[in-house]
Each structure stands twice: as structure tokens, then as C-alpha cells.
């Protein structure tokens, strides 16, 4: 029985999708419910399985741009998968001849003696690679018939192709030697999320009034917070405690206070929410994309960790869903993990704002009339002027600054607690 591969929808409005990678070859003998391909859509990457054990006959190549709905391989659920004979997998000999014995060791490499007889076309292990599969207990014969399953890509082949199949020669001096003085030009097809990130992008500056403050915060509390209560928070939670919780707090309590920001434009009509979905930037393979974390608002640090460190494994892993992106109030993006000073992050549509983090940099700054060295970073507010206010924005910012340097504030909704006792 033949078995059809079709392209499932990944969402609404999405008609096309294209073929990002083919996990198996052409012929594979596939397993049910085993991923056999990856699709990009304007949304997301997304995985289709296989529906039955089967022999794959793939209708499509890589990087092609196909419909929903159409087929792109078919699975013959009643071919059987050929059991390789032990022959196939390579092992280990016990005994070596005195002619071997005799051969001399390349001078560079101290291999064991098992791999003076390996065939040419099994896989080389390196001494250090043996000595970690020792202390993991790992069967080196599964881990060679795993890599010589693996499929080549084209990026392989052009590797190949560049240096001349010199596998001796160390490859972290060939990886460094990029320029080859030659004057070509590689046009690379974009990728559906990459389009439709560039279209919104340019929708954004086209249609939002679009302006961005900026302050600075003195993050020293808070890395005096996280270096005192840093140990104890893994064993407690078992999380390390990030900066990112911080500012996904702060900015919580700020938006009580200032509604605005996290309000949206549907029309002529303004969108208020009472709940706080904050939408954390994180970059992936595919390019950047914000999963979002739900009622951010009623989370502690533990939970917002947690929750951020679960959204960005899945987003590198790739298993990143349309739900876990969809919607958000408010976004954060941290450019300071790159290295970025300063800079004016664009607004995530439809929201109304988004902060931009920044590195941290010690630098000289006046505290009651003396000057003294302090870990600074600098923050930028872009908002969309329509909407928000200079008064709102410069506001929110103000607050979010005056909690991250006082973070007992993040407790009292914004207010001070000396303040809040006094009933103020």
C-alpha cells in the first residue's frame, strides 16, 4: 500500500510553504511517526512525520516552494527494511598480527592499535573521542553506523569541493580561510519567514509613527542580588536566575501603571488588555523569532525563568509552534547578548512598544556627589507615537529603571515599601 506525504497548513492564510531539508534520503527505509522532513512557512519551521513503517520515494527537492495540501513524497508500507548483516557494523580485534605490530605510528597521532586495521571507509575516532565514549559508556560500534547513516548535504559537498578532500589537514585552519580571492557571487533563495519578517519589518516604519526614548539603569543591585541569591536559586528552583526575569517583572509592574504601552490599534479602535503576554526575542537557526510568555504578570522570577528557558530550547531545537508565537502585548529583545551599546529596536506588530536591552559596561557616574564606577546599561523604548504618548513613554521608562535599581519595588506594584507601609 502506498501511503501520500502531503503538506499539512501550519496556520491560517499560509497557501505555500517551502522545502527546508530532507531529513532521510530517497529510498530510506522510515519508521512511523519518524520526522522525515522540515517545511518553512512565513510563521515558523515545522516538522511532518511519517504515517507508516514504509520505503520513502521523495517527489520534491530541497528549497522548493510547494502548496499546501500537495504531496511531496509517498511511503510504500510494504517494503521491508533489509537488516544489514553484523558484518556491516565495525568492531573491535582482539588479536594483531606481527606484521602489523611491526608498522610504524604516524609520528603525530597516538592512535589505538584497533585503528591501525580499520577499513578505509569506516569512521576515524579520535583517541580523545574513544577515551569520552569510555567515560559515557557509549558503544562506539552504534556511534559509527549512526554517522555513516547520516545524509550529505550540499554544504558538505562544497566543503569537499573547496578543499580538496585533504581530510589530514587540520580543519580549524581550513574553517578560518573564508577569502579565497576569487570574485563570485552566490544567490541564496530566501526563506519564507525571512520574507515575511522583512515584509513586516518595512510595514512597521511604513505605518506606525514610530519614535524611541532612552534612559540608563545602574544594574549593580541587581547583579548583587543574582551574585548573593545565585546558588541557592538553582538548588531551590533549578534555574539559574537571568537578568531577563528581572526586566520581564519590572516591566509588568510598569504596565499596571501605564496602560498604553501595552494597548494595540484596531482600527479606529483602541485595544486595552488586562493581561501582560510578553513576547521574549530569541535567535534561533532560522533567523529571530518571539515566543511568548502567557500572563506574565502573575509569574514570579522562578516561573519566568523557567518559562524562558523552555521557549528558547524549543526555538533552537526547532520545535517552536505557531501558539507558543502567537499574540503578545509587549516585547523584549536583548541586543546585549551581541555585544550591542545602543540601538532603536522596531516595533513587533501589531504591539505598540518594545524595550531593547543593551550590554552592561562599567562606567564612571555621580552618586550623592561623588564619582564612582558602576555597571551601566542603557535601554531604549520605541513606541508607536499614535498611540503612546511622550509623556507614557518616558514614564514607563523612568519606572522600569526605578525598579531594576530598587528591585524590592517589583513587590509593592512600583511603589516604594517604606511608602507602601505608610499607606501613600
Wanted: net charge negative; hydrophobic share 40%; no cysteine.
Amino acid at each position: 500500500m502506498e501511503i501520500e506525504v502531503k503538506v499539512p497548513s501550519p496556520g491560517e492564510s499560509i497557501t505555500q510553504v517551502q522545502i527546508a531539508a530532507w531529513l532521510v534520503s530517497n529510498g530510506d527505509i522510515v519508521e512511523k511517526d519518524q520526522d522525515i522532513v522540515e517545511i518553512d512557512s512565513d510563521k515558523a519551521t515545522l516538522s511532518i512525520a511519517a504515517e507508516a513503517d514504509g520505503k520513502i520515494s521523495i517527489k520534491v527537492e530541497d528549497g522548493e516552494t510547494v502548496d499546501v495540501g500537495s504531496v511531496i513524497a509517498t511511503i510504500d508500507a510494504d517494503a521491508k527494511a533489509a537488516k544489514k548483516p553484523a558484518a556491516e557494523i565495525p568492531t573491535e580485534k582482539k588479536e594483531h598480527t606481527a606484521e602489523s605490530s611491526k608498522k610504524p605510528e604516524p609520528p603525530a597521532v597516538n592512535a589505538p592499535k584497533e585503528l591501525e586495521h580499520q577499513e578505509e571507509t569506516d569512521i576515524h575516532i579520535s583517541p580523545l573521542a574513544r577515551k569520552l565514549m569510555a567515560e559515557k559508556e557509549l558503544d562506539a560500534a552504534q556511534i559509527t553506523a549512526f554517522f555513516k547513516k547520516m545524509r550529505l548535504g550540499k554544504e558538505d559537498v562544497a566543503f569537499f569541493e573547496k578543499h580538496g578532500g585533504h581530510i589530514s589537514a587540520p580543519v580549524e585552519k581550513q574553517a578560518n580561510n573564508n577569502w579565497t580571492g576569487k570574485r563570485e557571487k552566490e544567490p541564496k533563495k530566501m526563506s519564507p519567514l525571512r520574507i515575511k519578517l522583512a515584509e513586516r519589518l518595512v510595514s512597521v516604519k511604513n505605518e506606525t509613527a514610530m519614535l524611541t526614548t532612552f534612559n540608563e539603569v545602574n544594574m549593580g543591585p541587581i547583579m548583587d542580588l543574582r551574585k548573593k541569591y545565585k546558588q541557592k536559586f538553582i538548588e531551590k528552583h533549578g534555574v539559574s536566575l537571568g537578568f531577563m526575569s528581572f526586566f520581564t517583572k519590572a516591566v509588568t509592574e510598569a504596565l499596571v501603571l501605564f496602560p498604553q504601552v501595552n494597548a494595540q490599534i484596531d482600527g479606529n479602535e483602541i485595544i486595552y488588555h488586562s493581561y501582560a503576554d510578553i513576547g521574549i526575542a530569541v535567535s534561533s537557526p532560522k533567523g529571530l523569532v518571539v515566543p511568548v510568555i502567557r500572563n506574565a504578570e502573575m509569574m514570579g522570577l522562578a516561573e519566568i525563568e523557567t518559562k524562558i528557558k523552555e521557549l528558547a530550547t524549543k526555538a533552537r531545537e526547532k520545535r517552536i509552534t505557531l501558539d507558543d508565537m502567537s499574540g503578545g502585548t509587549f516585547t523584549i529583545t536583548n541586543g546585549g547578548v551581541f555585544g550591542s551599546m545602543l540601538s532603536t529596536p522596531i516595533i513587533n506588530p501589531p504591539q505598540s512598544a518594545i524595550l531593547g536591552m543593551h550590554n552592561i559596561v562599567e562606567r564612571p557616574v555621580a552618586v550623592n556627589g561623588k564619582v564612582v564606577v558602576q555597571p551601566v546599561m542603557y535601554l531604549a523604548l520605541s513606541y508607536d507615537h499614535r498611540i503612546i504618548d511622550g509623556r507614557e513613554s518616558v514614564g514607563f521608562l523612568v519606572k522600569v529603571k526605578e525598579m531594576l535599581e530598587q528591585p524590592s519595588k517589583m513587590l509593592f506594584g512600583g511603589k516604594d515599601p517604606l511608602e507602601e507601609l505608610l499607606g501613600f
